[in-house]
């Protein structure tokens, strides 16, 4: 499977891909917002050993895709789309830092949403963010999804309860 835009392919992640995506998942300020990381050498290829399992899975539930500048074949962050129930699926994204604040993670969600919706049938997209990660709100706001509210303390991960922002988009208003 693979979404072409016109700066990125978005694109199967493959065994040989594991040392690019080490590359921020290693570093602690991508993953201050996330339930994973910082990474080590092992956990980013056990990661990428769960993502080749998921490939393979029939029916397939996970889509955890590669975001590849086009022009230099560079591998600088990711985007999945997990499907929760029959119509609903999360998507979510990361990125290296060096190439956040380009619209990159906007132009592969936008992508990922119209593969969502148009391919696999979805009817409601959500993602969800810490309210401590103001650039990712950005990047929901821009795809054009609308807040559904705060989750309270819903997710225990590295040792307290966080909160989240909660986000959706439906079928009808893909633009």
């Not at 309270?152 to 439906?170: A, Q």
Request: hydrophobic fraction near 35%; glycine fraction near 6%.
């Amino acid at each position: 499977m693979q979404l072409e835009t016109e700066r990125l392919l978005i694109r199967e992640i493959v065994e040989s891909d594991w040392q690019s995506i080490h590359t921020y998942t290693s570093m602690p300020e991508v993953t201050a917002h996330t339930a994973w990381g910082p990474n080590t050498e092992e956990d980013t290829q056990a990661y990428v050993q769960d993502v080749i399992r998921m490939q393979q899975a029939e029916p397939r539930e996970a889509y955890e895709l590669a975001i590849v500048l086009k022009k230099e074949s560079l591998l600088i962050g990711g985007a999945g789309l997990h499907l929760v129930e029959q119509s609903n699926a999360e998507i979510g994204y990361v990125l290296h830092p060096a190439y956040q604040g380009k619209g990159y993670v906007t132009e592969a969600c936008r992508a990922l949403l119209h593969f969502g919706f148009r391919q696999l049938g979805m009817h409601r997209i959500y993602a969800k963010c810490r309210p401590e990660n103001p650039a990712s709100e950005r990047v929901m706001l821009r795809l054009g999804m609308q807040r559904e509210g705060l989750l309270r303390e819903h997710w225990f991960y590295k040792g307290s309860y966080h909160n989240s922002v909660l986000y959706s988009m439906l079928d009808r208003e893909l633009e």
